[in-house]
């Protein structure tokens, strides 16, 4: 999938071996884990095929954005834009969700 970054920081988090953005490396190399799995999906069905990822779509004011697990504490925040030929997948960003 396309991929697009709300935030700068989150752009380098995926690039900059040595960037951690202020979070522990377990969270850093997890995003990486899934910045790889989202590039490689050829769309959003495959991360709901993917257990693993606890893809879900938030609720209320945020029903547009959907989250994919880190760890059993952090949550990666996506958006699907779409767009042809493929939908683009906006990372919003890393939170806390204890």
């Known amino acids: 999938m396309e991929v697009e970054f709300a935030d700068e920081e989150l752009d380098r988090l995926e690039t900059d071996i040595d960037f951690n953005a202020g979070f522990a490396r377990e969270i850093v ?8 799995a989202i590039r490689s999906a050829p769309d959003e069905r495959t991360f709901y ?11 209320g004011n945020r029903d547009h954005q959907r989250s994919m697990r880190l ?18 997948v906006v990372v919003v960003g890393i939170e806390d969700y204890h």
């Not at 760890?71 to 683009?88: D, G, Y």
């Open 71 to 88: 760890n059993k504490q952090w949550r990666l925040i996506v958006e699907i834009k779409p767009s042809q030929p493929k939908n683009t």
């Open 49 to 59: 095929g993917l257990r693993s990822l606890h893809f879900e779509k938030l609720k």
């Open 29 to 36: 190399l997890a995003f990486r884990k899934r910045m790889q």
